[in-house]
């Protein structure tokens, strides 16, 4: 019996303000030492979290679509969200992009968006030089086109997919410009020599707070959802 | 490094247990008919040092779908009853379970241990530690209605006892005393009649006093 789950595209006009990324790393409590101190462990593996919040929507989005939205968060959908807006991926000036090609995406080569005024999608993304084990936690990519971009806190998403999971950088260790990552997730699946990180990463998980979401839901011409906090989805 | 080195390592120089604490986790292998099946209580896939996958049975709320029992010691002779059990799942899983029952007859469900050391992320280098080893007796199946305060809920529910190796340590491996199993067996040794227990049958309720 194999279970095929559907993913949802989490619709772009529905874009937050505010996004931010953690790795939902728990800890687990133990005994008291002598002198009273109780020691933790950090929880083993983990899941990554993206929380979300938007501001006021009008026009193309109006209460009836964030209705449908709110039932199918409900109904404990897959979303796939991409991380545009949030401080803890490495910039696209970071990466070297002149104002043009920042988050709005890339043009055509004629200076002019899509008809519905989109740009193509900007994917920066780096080559992984060593073979990478699913469950390990560690990750060797060559930063050459971009410099030492990648410091502790940053956020890429591992795996040339889209749906390549999200992971944390912990530490990293440069030897000129490879950089050996040490990440606080372990990676979902098996990487090897010329495989891709991405820069802008997606998220894929469920809403864990239906409630929430909703709680903001009225009628009227301008409308605001609440906060939705997605979970990885482990698929 | 091993295990016990492993332990070493955490303990240090430190000889009262209050100081000393390590993350272990056991892992359970389920060695069914048609293959094992591995579970440890966490997120995601394990991978054990000997190449084994362990399937992560915690879900995003920290429930764990895989109940299992802790640890007793058999030494004093005694059989704990130790009761493995998949609390919730779907109606499609249950009944799809209750076909292949005979799967997990007198099959093992070995323990080990698994130390997790700081970054290693799911991929333990420490070889694992056998901690014990139950035979599967037989499997549970339930079902029934549970109010959650907002409505009814029908929740499904396999469980499986296992019994380690004192389970019925006490019952002698012999056959029955009948004239038939006598004959039965004098038979296997090559001898042609044995009516050594034609009088069993006989002495049925029957007092006997020696003369």
């Known amino acids: 019996m194999s279970i095929a789950v559907e993913i949802s595209d989490w619709p772009s006009a529905v874009i937050p303000y505010r996004q931010m990324l953690r790795a939902a790393g728990s800890n687990v409590r133990s005994g008291f030492t002598l002198a009273t101190v109780q020691q933790s462990h950090p929880e083993i593996g983990g899941r990554a979290v993206l929380e979300a919040e938007f501001s006021n929507f009008g026009g193309d989005v109006d209460s009836t679509m964030i209705s449908g939205l709110i039932s199918e968060v409900y109904a404990g959908r897959v979303f796939r969200m991409p991380v545009t807006r949030s401080a803890q991926t490495v910039s696209a000036i970071e990466l070297g992009a002149t104002e043009s090609i920042d988050i709005d995406g890339l043009p055509w080569s004629n200076d002019e968006p899509w008809s519905n005024d989109q740009n193509w999608a900007f994917n920066p993304v780096a080559e992984i030089t060593a073979d990478a084990l699913e469950g390990s936690v560690s990750l060797t990519v060559d930063l050459t086109p971009y410099g030492r971009v990648l410091s502790f806190g940053k956020w890429i998403g591992i795996g040339a997919e889209i749906d390549g999971a999200p992971n944390m950088v912990r530490r990293v260790q440069y030897n000129g410009l490879i950089a050996t990552l040490s990440m606080s997730l372990p990676l979902r699946a098996d990487f090897e020599a010329g495989d891709l990180i991405r820069f802008k990463p997606t998220m894929l998980g469920t809403v864990q707070n239906p409630e929430e979401f909703a709680g903001m839901f009225e009628a009227g011409e301008i409308i605001k959802p609440g906060r939705v906090r997605l979970l990885e989805a482990l698929l | ?211």
């Not at chain 2, 199946?141 to 190796?165: K, Q």
């Not at chain 2, 004959?183 to 049925?204: N, Q, Y």
């Open chain 2, 1 to 211: 490094m091993n295990f016990l080195e492993a332990l070493d390592q955490y303990r240090g120089d430190d000889e009262d247990s209050a100081d000393i604490s390590c993350p272990l986790v056991p892992v359970y292998e389920y060695d069914l008919t048609s293959g094992p099946i591995r579970m440890w209580p966490g997120f995601g896939r394990l991978h054990t040092i000997d190449g084994r996958k362990w399937l992560g049975t915690v879900d995003s709320s920290g429930v764990d779908h895989h109940q299992a029992p802790g640890p007793r010691d058999g030494r004093d002779g005694t059989s704990a009853k130790m009761t493995f059990g998949l609390p919730y799942i779907d109606r499609e899983t249950y009944n799809q379970i209750r076909l292949v029952k005979e799967e997990s007859r007198d099959r093992p469900v070995r323990v080990y241990l698994c130390v997790l050391l700081p970054n290693e992320g799911l991929r333990p280098q420490t070889p694992l530690r056998f901690q014990a080893e139950y035979t599967l007796i037989s499997p549970l199946f339930d079902s029934g209605l549970t109010w959650d305060e907002v409505r009814f809920i029908r929740r499904y529910s396999v469980s499986i006892i296992g019994r380690d190796g004192n389970q019925s340590r006490a019952l002698a491996d012999l056959g029955t005393y009948t004239s038939t199993g006598q004959r039965d067996r004098a038979a296997e040794f090559g001898i042609a009649v044995d009516r050594g227990c034609d009088f069993v049958a006989a002495l049925e309720n029957v007092t006997v006093k020696p003369q």
